[in-house]
């Protein structure tokens, strides 16, 4: 039965100081469904008996099925301690590494999080990344370690080598803390420094001072996890018990009449009690002295649990009368020892209880929000705050002060958007009926029941109709539990007639300030929105009037029309939302794809120039859950799908030292494979120069330019630095083309500048030696997509720019006046880069240097149609003044429109004359870019880059072998091997193509019989050291590979794969050892 109603939730809604919004995050398989269950079922939502074994969270069906959870879900608990009462927003979320997307969600709509590790397998790398996550988003963490019943049951601990282990994994979460914590101090002192200008020759010293202040300016008990601070709870899910050392500190104090705070603060360490003198000591442990926690706390349940299992009723009898609990006789009876367990330990160490005690006082509530999380909510993608106008940044004391009066502005952050079946919304859903309304349908149906037999037919058929339509409005009353995690719909244009058969999609959002009323009209705004475009386009802001608003990129205007609790599977109607509280909000629907884009934040939908709809998604996981939803939930409709489309990047390396057979390749053997290469490259078409070094001389059809382009690699971290700065070069780039476009851009804000001068610096600082000379200070542009990681630098002495020319603001005339042209070879170089010569695969880490740009031959022949331009127009001025008008107006308007096209053909450097043959000059200038790229390219050693993983695996010494044979097969490498300390399991650190990952974690688990489970995480890109081209050529590659190179070529396989996908030419027999059908049947 639940225990509070709507009304009751709805009360506690308005009490902001008494909310806590909180997450529950952990790796996979660690306990958060479960532990979850335990918390709902100590408000009467889901019976104690099937806490563990329902997972109410995992209201989806694969996830009943896979056993992990795929989708945060929110519901809201009553929680009361002493006269105060609490409403507590819990959101469970995945562990899986496909589905952190969802963790993301979650996270940026809390104030708080559970950190949830297992007593056994301890910190895992998914446990690191959601630390991580925690604390970049400035959300305060406790601590829950689960499954202390595993050492018990499984690894046979005794309660010191218990107590030990769990020592360990507290040191482990708070180096990790610690390392956090030091990489922000550093990065604060920093900046500090940078804006203070402080004297390099006291730099040391301030760095010591910097450091030692800021760990004392910090509060210990933010960022360390000890069971004396009270933000650290021991738990055991599946068997409903857990606590804190507070709750045996209070009793201790009563029994053994030490202090509550000294035990408090020594409950937890190497402290043993003197019986005798009542006094807590420091262990000795060459005495053999016992810890307390182990002696006064561990050796009970201890003891406990051996009771229970050695099925010693005596003894089970004497725990249960001592520590006055009520056993059922169901349970006293029951053959499994885990039924006792859970019913003794439940009354006796209630984990919600101890849990609940610990989110209550030490997590925050909505209205301690700090300043630094407010900015960072403000702010989308490389934005800063102080960049924003100071109109937005006034919002900032809104969200600090969480107001709930009507001048308080209303915000609401959306986090994600999710989809529910039609018939869960509470307007769809029958309610329970009274007991008046019982009666009253009983007699209506009496009365109706006579009639008919009195054969008078009169209005009573118009009853049920009326009847109906009570009941589809009556479901509005229901309640809506969970202030925090509130959801709302939008639904701007309501369609009923298809709400039977969608699936409607509500808002996953949080009210951050004022209260969000059902009916009220809001503004959206996209994650692309600008306040400055908006402010620009409406000078008054949001003081003008609705309907005269002009349309602005990103933002539309609507309706709140229902606002939901969210329940875990169920969902209650509020009429509003008071700040600190989760909303959703219906949009009308559309179908299929754009569904599930909506559905899913990290979803995304291309479609290629074939027609193929891609999905791209977090892994292979993440997939299989994308398609089961797209062909039941959002599409419904059978799909077909190919085979996994897997990126790649093509590249290009320093000629190889070695051979195939890795003898060193002497000079004869060089030149042997220099003139291969230049054979196998000979398909470069007549016209196109090579010179030595890689050198490509190219002309545009028309002769009238001529373009020197060279390919090098890049240094490995210079292309690292290019993937980490992707932001800071889309700001410069935004940045000089606004220059360009001549609008009045705003002073750079100093942080940004002090960014693109960092970059700069750490380019500088790598690219050194005599060929990178002058490199950066001539990077032209960067790409695809003006941020990738490939570089242009422009050496030619005729024309100068820079990428850099934006931010110094010297952009030289002569730029300006060719700025048209040197487009056109930054959009060949970006064109060149976005598909390769080997499968049109991006390219990454290669430099193209223009040597040489001679426009000579195009500047004399600009010079000579202007001249022959001039002319023409005196001639037809003259033959204009010969003749008569009917007017002086109308002569006047002919000359001007006249005029007007000759200064436009004048503007076209030549190019009329052009066009019709060879098409204009910008377009010839990047196609010959593009091709002068792809043969600078081909004239080097190409290379093909596959997307890494890194692979975590734990599993026993039994199977390790079979794990190595699965990872070898797969083109695997092991990096690290190590045994965890105290069990029999090993931790193997690996790297797996991405394109060999398929099926992987099925097949290890099969291999293994479920005794490995591999996590995989994007890592790097890796250059495939094969090369795609090889054929044997000399006889030790002969003896070696075999005449066909029998031995699979593994960069040729990729690479012939991409082609076929993308319908490339692809060079392979398609027969082979072909016999005539003819022969065949004479043979029989």
Known sequence: MVLNSLDKMIQLQKNTANIRNICVLAHVDHGKTTLADCLISSNGIISSRLAGKLRYMDSREDEQVRGITMKSSAISLHYAKGEEEYLINLIDSPGHV?????????????DGCIIVVDAVEGVCPQTQAVLRQAWLENIRPVLVINKIDRLIVELKFTPQEAYSHLKNILEQINALTGALFTSKVLEERAERETESQVNPNSEQGEQVYDWSTGLEDTDDSHLYFSPDQGNVVFTSAIDGWGFGIEHFAEIYSQKIGIKKEVLLKTLWGDYYINTKAKKIMKVD??????????QLILENIWSLYDAVLKKDKEKIDKIVTSLGLKIGAREARHSDPK?????????????????????CQKLPSPLDITAERVEKLMCAGSQTFDSLPPETQALKAAFMKCGSEDTAPVIIFVSKMFAVDAKALPQNKQRPLTQEEIAERHERARRRHAE???AAQGQAPLEPTQDGSALETSPQGEELKGDEQEVESETPKPVPQEGNDREPFIAFARVFSGVARRGKKIFVLGPKYSPLEFLQRVPLGFSAPLDDLPPVPHMACCTLENLYLLMGRELEDLEKVPPGNVLGEMPQLVRGMKLLNQADPCVQILIQETGEHVLVTAGEVHLQRCLDDLKERFAKIQISVSEPIIPFRETITKPPTVDMVNEEIGKQQKVAVIHQTKEDQNRIPEGIQVYSGGLITMTTPNKLATLSVRAMPLPEEVTQILEENSDVIRSMEQLISSLNEGKNTQMIHQKTQEKIWEFKGKLEQHLTGRKWRNTVDQIWSFGPRKCGPNILVNKSKDFQNSVWTGPDGKASKEASRYRDLGNSIVSGFQLATLSGPMCEEPLMGVCFVLEEWDLSKFEDQTASDKQNQEQSDLVKERQGEGETCSGRDEHQDLQGGCSEPSEKRASQKGESSLTDCYGPFSGQLIATMKEACRYALQVKPQRLMAAMYTCDIMATSDVLGRVYAVLSKREGRVLQEEMKEGTDMFIIKAVLPVAESFGFADEIRKR???????QLIFSHWEIIPSDPFWVPTTEEEYLHFGEKADSENQARKYMNAVRKRKGLYVEEKIVEHAEKQRTLSKNK
Request: net charge positive.
């Open 1008 to 1014: 293994t019989s479920g005794l490995a489970s591999p």
């Open 98 to 110: 496909d589905f952190s997307s969802e963790v993301s969600t979650a996270v940026r709509i809390c």
């Open 285 to 294: 442990q060459a005495k053999g002295k016992k810890p307390l926690f182990v």
């Open 339 to 359: 039924v006792q367990i859970n019913a003794i330990c439940s009354q006796w160490l209630p984990i919600s209880q101890a849990v609940l005690a610990m989110v």
């Open 452 to 454: 008919k037999l009195a």
